[in-house]
């Protein structure tokens, strides 16, 4: 048995495997063989697609955990993008937040691959070119932007050489709500075209929302905990009074 690519007389490839059967006559005699060939493509791409699926949960479960063990916004942020990029296979992530002074998106925390390339970014939410991008786009309207091809994404010309450069071809953007309104955004990329389909996509958005409701749990938290502290301290400004 022999597997491998092979290719069509049209020029495109699909994954074979091919068996040689020996043939016997009725009297025992050997007299030739058959060789069978099975085309294996659809079933080499499920199986590819039910591993990029698993690492997707992976990446579901591993962010969830987090948010429950993590309070701090930026330590959070952070296992956020480094989740992403060793359990789901990514090339970089990001999350940025905007910066209400400035109306411009500041990255506060990556992962994998990035050199240089948030310096470059320089995200706002105007009316240039470089307020139609993938983030500036999912923030203003509320709900992800996926980019199936980064190479050929009009919105991606400001930053298409340097993502080309360091292998990005594909990405998604996936906006979070702080506070009632849209100023987070979490950004993957991944290494080839056409990487994140609907499936995925419905899972990433249910991570951004997970991520803003912990993010909510945590100011809850904080606040509490202000109110506490602000509590005991007038209790012990009211005794030493006394």
Not at 15 to 26: E, F, G, I, Q, R
Not at 51 to 61: F, M, W
Not at 170 to 189: D, H, Q, T
């Amino acid at each position: 048995e022999d597997e491998g690519w092979r290719v069509r007389k049209d020029g495109s490839r699909y994954w074979a495997s091919t068996v040689l059967t020996a043939l016997y006559a009725p009297d025992g005699s050997h007299y030739g063989f058959a060789k069978i060939t099975r085309d294996l493509t659809e079933r080499l791409q499920a199986e590819a697609r039910i591993h990029q699926l698993n690492r997707i949960y992976a990446v579901l479960s591993e962010v969830n955990q987090a948010i429950v063990r993590i309070r701090e916004p930026q330590e959070l942020f952070a296992a956020v993008c480094r989740i992403a990029v060793s359990e789901g296979g990514l090339r970089m992530a990001w999350v940025g937040l905007v910066d209400p002074q400035t109306n411009c998106v500041q990255p506060v925390a990556h992962a994998g691959v990035i050199d240089g390339y948030l310096e470059n970014l320089h995200i706002s939410l105007d009316d240039s070119p470089h307020g139609h991008g993938p983030s500036a786009t999912a923030l203003r309207e509320g709900h992800h932007v996926v980019i199936d091809d980064i190479e050929h994404a009009p919105a991606m010309a400001p930053w298409r050489a340097d993502a080309l450069r360091l292998g990005y071809r594909a990405s998604a953007a996936f906006p979070f709500a702080l506070a009632g309104e849209m100023r987070g955004v979490i950004n993957l990329y991944a290494a080839e075209p056409a990487f994140f389909d609907d499936v995925e996509v419905r899972l990433l958005d249910e991570l951004a929302m997970d991520l803003a409701f912990g993010l909510e749990v945590a100011a809850q938290e904080e606040q509490k905990r202000l109110q506490a502290a602000s509590l005991r301290e007038s209790e012990e400004r009211y005794r030493l009074l006394v």
